[in-house]
């Protein structure tokens, strides 16, 4: 069964900087390249949210809250994908996901990791 591995959480104060990363360890390149990749976040008492995506082909897409702060991207050869996250406000403080949804609509999730940003 496929699984995801996150790492890269942490403290971090207002305005600076975490890098998160999500391994696809084992997975199949062909399979790698064609899921959709997508951070999510959950924010205590709220819904989980849809933050950044990946597609085939490299084209990002970022919820209107974190554009010009968020960065996502791939390395293919590592099965690996990244957040690239700077001038972290404290609204941005949740338990981060990382997921793949395939062309079949399925989906495979990472067992979150925890971005805190105090004030």
């Known amino acids: 069964q496929r699984q995801l591995v996150e790492s890269g959480g942490g403290l971090v104060q207002a305005g600076g900087s975490l890098r998160l990363a999500c391994a696809a360890p084992g997975t199949i390149l062909s399979v790698f390249t064609d899921n959709i990749k997508n951070w999510y976040r959950q924010a205590p008492g709220k819904e989980r949210e849809l933050v950044a995506s990946?597609?085939?082909?490299?084209?990002?897409d970022y919820a209107d809250s974190v554009k010009g702060r968020f960065t996502m991207s791939r390395d293919n050869t590592k099965r690996t994908v990244y957040l690239q996250m700077d001038n972290l406000k404290p609204e941005d403080t949740g338990v981060y996901y990382c997921n793949h949804h395939s062309q079949y609509g399925t989906d495979v999730w990472g067992q979150g990791t925890q971005v805190t940003v105090s004030s």
């Open positions: 990946i597609k085939y082909g490299g084209t990002t």
